[in-house]
């Protein structure tokens, strides 16, 4: 599977993808002009990737301000996600939060309960 970097700007987050280990890091911020386009070279990476996936997938969100369409571009990724759990195959997914973000804590929570998705929330010093 191909490798996806994306580096970053004030708006837009460090994307790194490596289908061959099966890490997926999103992090900084996500206040893109456009959050579909943006996000769409990797929704179409995970559309080819839970076909054929490694043994173990680890994503890790470290995102420390997301706008509202970058909310549900990242819904619509957990939920691409999601079918490597149902498929039975090992998925985790890693959600940093600074440790007094109480906001970002109870987004993650939210989540879990609108994919069935267990997080694991990893609180961050500021």
Known sequence: MEKIIHEGSPKTPVIKVNG?????????????????????????????????????????LNLEHFNTSSSKCILDLLKRFKRLDENGKEFVINWYYEDDDEEMLETAEIYEGMTGLKFKKIPVPE
């Open 20 to 60: 061959e280990s099966g890490n997926v890091e999103i992090t900084g911020r996500s206040n893109p002009e456009n959050s579909s386009e943006f996000y769409q070279p990797l929704i179409n990476w995970l559309d080819d990737y839970v076909a054929n996936p490694a043994p173990k997938t680890t994503l890790s």
